[in-house]
């Protein structure tokens, strides 16, 4: 079982197998899970994706409030607990009917509108709001958190310099001891440097009860995207059904694990075969995957390529400019393979170690380099004229589609 499918089960169960999720089960109320991940490893998109949804119905029928917020964004603890209420208010006024069918809507509801009492000046567009006095509100919203609620603290790592992480894990720890919900917290927990690094890893082994990792295998990721719950999403990627196999081999071959960059490639991919362009065979996918990740990573589009002379098979070398070429030429000329970058990188510098110039360049120029060991490490455009090359970089690297 994958890890993704192992966190699922334990987070919301299975009903096949009888098993009763963590956060569903009242012995975890109370409680405070992190579940931890690498950036970009998609922790939002499965927590969102997956998660969310079998929550939301399962906290209706309990009378509990679900409550997902962001730090990203917010600058004080303050502006965190109004959120907290808004939303918790709301799954108290709605019901099912609210939850369920609105939550798209409402779910940011204290982010949009601000703090927690601006919730009265559009009380009426709610149905039942109304008819609650103003101090009832906050009580309203208590009772679902207590008992039960469950509380989910996303970007935990981008919270606001304003916020004191001691504070924040003092309000954690009253929404769980003190209302006894069920907090989870997810972050990427290696950004956090200095001062906050000691004081992040010494509260969290006193509030946090218990810790998940989301690690998913690359084709995990790739699959949650492409067939995540939501049907206008499954629709969009529909018309990718058939070159699913060389745009998953593709990305597995580069060991990128980041979902960020394989919705921008889906989209790209999306965007090209809707403008009917030339699709006819898989290279052009291969090359349309292998241009876009390394525009997204090293933000270079590399537009020479070249044949190697002497060479006994065809094999095309790419470079950024001309005054590139002039230094690093010998690269070229290299029979030598090199798997990882880090090897690469090494050969390089014992070349210029004597070149203080050539050193300096490199230093500077770190994301050329990258992109050109990427480029070539992949031979990007491998079977793909020159027409159709060209036109891939200028689409990947303006983000405009042109017809010809």
């Known amino acids: 079982m994958s890890n993704q499918k192992r966190l699922e089960e334990y987070l919301i169960g299975n009903e096949e197998k009888k098993v009763v999720g963590y956060l569903k089960d009242t012995l975890s109320n109370g409680k405070v899970i992190m579940l931890s991940g690498k950036w970009g490893s998609g922790k939002t998109h499965f927590w969102k994706n997956i998660i969310e949804k079998d929550l939301i119905e399962f906290q209706t029928k309990k009378q509990k409030a679900y409550v997902y917020t962001s730090l990203y964004g917010n600058t004080s603890i303050n502006k965190i607990e109004d959120n907290i ?9 709605g019901g099912e009917n609210y939850v369920l069918k609105g939550y798209k809507t409402f779910k940011d509801f204290g982010k949009r509108f601000g703090s927690f009492c601006s919730l009265l000046d559009i009380s009426k567009l709610i149905d039942g709001v109304d008819e609650i006095q103003k101090n009832n509100i ?9 008992k039960g609620g469950i509380v989910c603290f996303d970007d935990f790592e981008r919270k606001s310099k304003d916020i004191d992480l001691n504070d924040l894990f003092g309000f954690i720890s009253h929404l769980a001891i003190d209302l006894n919900c069920k907090v989870v917290i997810i972050l990427n927990d290696d950004v956090f440097e200095g001062e906050e690094k000691k004081i992040f890893s010494n509260v969290k082994e006193k509030s946090v009860s218990k810790f998940l990792k989301y690690e998913p295998s690359i084709r995990d990721l790739f699959k949650s995207i492409i067939f995540e719950k939501n049907s206008e999403v499954k629709f ?3 018309i990718l059904r058939k070159h699913l196999k060389i745009i998953l081999n593709t990305i597995e071959k580069t060991q990128e694990l980041n979902a960020r960059i394989y919705i921008q490639v889906l989209d790209n991919l999306v965007e090209w075969i809707d403008e009917k362009q030339k699709i006819d065979d898989d290279d052009i996918l291969r090359c349309l995957v292998l241009v876009n990740i390394n525009f997204i990573l090293y933000h270079n589009i590399l537009t020479i390529r070249g044949k190697i002379e002497g060479k006994d098979t065809e094999f095309y070398i790419y470079s950024l400019d001309k005054k590139f070429d002039e ?4 690269y070229y000329e290299e029979d030598e393979y090199y798997t990882y970058y880090e090897e690469y990188e090494l050969q390089l510098m014992n070349k210029i170690s004597s070149d203080e110039y050539l050193l300096d360049y490199f230093k500077n120029n770190k994301n050329l380099f990258k992109s050109h060991y990427f480029a070539n490490r992949f031979s990007i455009s491998e079977c793909v004229d020159d027409k159709t090359f060209q036109k891939i970089n200028n689409f990947i690297e303006t983000g405009i589609l042109i017809n010809e």
């Open 85 to 93: 209420y808004a939303q918790s208010y709301l799954c108290a006024i």
């Open 138 to 146: 906050k009580n309203s919203a208590l009772l679902y958190l207590e």
């Open 236 to 238: 969009k990627y529909s």
């Open 327 to 330: 230094f690093f030429k010998f």
